[in-house]
């Protein structure tokens, strides 16, 4: 499994754009990476995925280095409602009988948004 | 609303004892996962099923189970319950066996206090 690699925590100013870093530096060429948060004990919430270029929705945007060896979850405008756990994943791709498809979670950072 | 449904949200039963988590994934969705979070644990994979048949298998214990019916929905069984089975449990869903690139979403989980 590639193993991604995330400070356990950063602070942000409400308003200012959080960028959250994200070390995957073994992963493989199929593999996507993903973010999901988990706001305090409720279920996590996908925010992004990406293989190689850069992608952007309306939660969030990913920049994923050209080597595909890190990569950085950009949200434009932190409010205190995003203060949450934010996972970093490398979606593992096996054969078991068929194919899975599970995630696999980290530690992830731990982001306070500050009033 | 992820659209994955769990229930029950909150269960506390004693030592020993056996209870049953139910999930109903999202429509269409063929694949369902089942996770554990315990404070120390962090979340872990435990089981999947791809339309009735078992996919992969992480950390479940042999005192679990879980299956899928051909409704699509999914029970996982929990017997000879222990104080360090207190936890959360989530259920996701996806709509493809495996592809790196499809989504998986999360429900709200099922608290479960064993005392």
């Known amino acids: 499994d590639a193993k991604t690699t995330q400070p356990p925590s950063m602070d942000c100013a409400e308003g200012r754009a959080a960028n959250l870093p994200c070390n995957h530096s073994t992963i493989s060429g199929n593999e996507y990476v993903y973010w999901y948060r988990q706001i305090h004990s409720q279920g996590p919430q996908y925010i992004i995925h990406?293989?190689?270029n850069n992608e952007t929705n309306e939660m969030a945007s990913l920049i994923i280095t050209e080597d595909r060896k890190s990569s950085t979850l950009i949200l434009p405008h932190a409010t205190l409602r995003d203060t949450a756990v934010y996972y970093c994943i490398v979606r593992v791709a096996e054969e078991y009988g068929g194919a899975t498809n599970k995630l696999i979670f980290g530690t992830g950072t731990l982001l306070a948004v500050q009033p | 609303d992820s659209g994955v449904t769990q229930t029950p949200k909150h269960l506390i039963t004693a030592t020993g004892q056996r209870v049953t988590l139910r999930c109903s994934p999202r429509s269409g969705d063929l694949s369902v996962y089942w996770y554990q979070q315990s404070l120390d644990q962090g979340l872990q994979f435990l089981i999947q099923y791809y339309n009735g048949e078992e996919r992969a298998k992480g950390n479940i214990l042999e005192r679990f189970s879980a299956q899928q019916f051909p409704d699509l929905h999914s029970e996982l069984n929990l017997s000879s319950l222990e104080l360090g089975d207190s936890a959360l449990y989530f259920c996701?869903?996806?709509?493809?066996?495996?592809?790196?690139?499809?989504?998986?979403?999360f429900g709200e989980g099922s608290w479960l206090t064993v005392v």
């Open positions: 996701a869903s996806s709509v493809e066996e495996a592809s790196s690139g499809n989504t998986i979403y």
């Open positions: 990406g293989l190689k």
